[in-house]
Structure formats: C-alpha cells, structure tokens
C-alpha cells in the first residue's frame, strides 16, 4: 500500500527503497494533541501518516531491523517554503517615437528608431513571494468543478448507451434465431408435402379399389362436418365390420381417418367388442 506524507508542503511517498518510514498519528489524547499543534490536519487522522523526514535522530529507537519512534517524540522539522526576491523598479520615462503623420511610406522601407531614456532609480522596492498551497487559495481561484462534472455525466451517457447496444444486440440475436427455427420448420415441411405428393399420386387408382371392394359402405363415406355436432348415428353392419377391422390394424390410422368422414367413436368400438364372442382364434366381428 502507497502512503504519502500529510504535512503542508512535504510530497514524500512511500515506493521500494525510498529509505523512509511512514509512522501514524499517537492514540493517546495527550501525545495526539502535541502533534496537532505541530502538524496542522484537517479531519480523522485515522489513515494519515508523518514521514521520518520530520522527526530528529533522538526520537528514533532501533529495534532490530526497524526504526520506531520513542513515546514522547513529536514531529519537529517541518518544511521550510522557498523564498523568491522580486525587484520592482519604477520611474521608468519612454520616449515615443517620431512618425510623421499622413505620410506614405512603403512597409518593406519602414524604420522605427525608439529612444529611451533611463532615469536613475529613485525608489526601488524588494517584495518578497512565498510559495503558498493551493488548498490555502480562496474559493474563487480554485480549480473549478465543471469539467469534472462534465466528465461524469459523459461517463454516464456512455454506460446507459452501452447497456441499450448490448439490450438491442440481444433482442437482434433472439430475432435472428427464431426466423433461423421458422425456415427449418418451413423446410421440413415443403419437403413433407413432397414426400405426401409422392406417396398420393395414384390416388384415384386408390379410389377405385375401394370401390371395388367397400362398395355396400362407399356410399356411407360422407365428408365429416366439424362445425356440426351429430346427435346420434346408426351405422350399417358392414361399417361396424370395416371400422372394427381398422382399428385393429391402426388406432392410429383411425383415428386419423375419422377427423375426414363419419365413423363410430373409439369407445363405441369398445363396446361392440366387449359384447363379441371372445373364444380362441380369430374374431368374427373382425375378419
């Protein structure tokens, strides 16, 4: 951890090899105090440290390979400021130079000849400037907090337009997957009803055999009306004998078939079936 020294002035830190030690401010009030008045802190004093560069070669006791401050050691040398000596001299006469008024006189050929004269120095003064810390300057001539302020509101702009792009990437991926699912399935699909094209090219040759050989029940295959609700069928026995037949072959494929004509329900074939003669062997009912 980097510490750096709190006293007005001092810009010691603490790097690998500085040859410095950083120490704390003393817990107890009284020697808290005697530190106070020397070193001059504003706030906790809590994490703030004193450089070795303020104490004196007494106040250090060597313990082994360390150098600790004794009990009642206070930090005494403090950082001088550097002093600068300005001169201000006064009294100063400057002669104007002589131009001629409304004359034309070519601006590579101008001359100005400057005359001055100096006066011998009737009063000098010595001012003396002391390097103060900027924390010490009025309100009025510190930096101003504008431009960080700025600085954070574009920080800010900058994260609420990041989460929006990312928002906008995300809804774009999950729109490109389900347009990528769509295609597949209307794929699959093209490529089912070319498969069932195939399969039904012969259809009226299948058409024809039915006729052939369900011609007492051909003319009960009646379109089913799913929007009309029938309150009660009788089928003919040679319908009962198909339909049973069927369904011992394919549920499935009876099931199917009745979503397109009229055929008995599922458990009515059940009931035709308890009430068959169920001796070993084949079923009359079916075969």
């Known amino acids: 951890m980097v510490f750096s020294c709190c006293v007005k ?11 410095l030690s950083f120490h704390s401010f003393p817990v107890k009030e009284d020697a808290l105090k005697a530190w106070l008045k020397v070193v001059s802190v504003k706030g906790s004093t809590k994490y703030k440290k004193v450089c070795s560069n303020h104490f004196k070669s007494q106040d250090f006791v060597i313990q082994g390979a360390r150098k600790r401050l004794t009990a009642n050691a206070v930090p005494s040398v403090l950082v001088t400021m550097p002093m600068e000596t300005v001169k201000v001299i006064s009294n100063i006469h400057i002669k104007p130079p002589n131009i001629m008024a409304h004359q034309d006189v070519p601006a590579n050929s101008m001359k100005i000849d400057m005359c001055y004269e100096s006066v011998p120095n009737t009063s000098s003064q010595e001012i003396t400037l002391r390097k103060r810390p900027l924390s010490d300057l009025s309100p009025s001539l510190n930096i101003p907090q504008s431009n960080k302020r700025k600085c ?9 337009r990041g989460k929006e792009n990312s928002q906008i990437k995300r809804e774009v991926k999950i729109l490109k997957q389900k347009l990528k699912r769509r295609d597949l ?3 699959s699909m093209k490529n089912l009803l070319s498969v069932v094209k195939k399969r039904t090219m012969h259809y009226e040759d299948i058409e024809s055999i039915i006729r052939d050989h369900f011609c007492n029940i051909y003319s009960e295959f009646k379109p089913k009306n799913k929007s009309k609700i029938s309150p009660g069928v009788r089928y003919s026995k040679e319908l009962k004998q198909f339909a ?11 099931r199917f078939l009745r979503t397109c004509i009229n055929l ?4 009515t074939i059940r009931k035709m079936l308890s ?12 075969f």
Not at 244 to 254: E, F, H, I
Not at 275 to 286: D, I, T
Request: proline residues 8%; positive net charge.
């Open 185 to 187: 399935k209307i794929t």
């Open 244 to 254: 049973l037949t069927l369904n011992y072959y394919s549920p499935r494929a009876y």
């Open 275 to 286: 009430s068959a003669e169920c001796n070993v062997g084949f079923l009359k009912e079916v």
């Open 9 to 19: 002035g001092c810009r010691s830190e603490s790097y690998p090899g500085c040859g």
């Open 264 to 267: 008995p329900h599922p458990a």
């Open 152 to 160: 954070v509101a574009h920080k800010y702009v900058q994260t609420s």
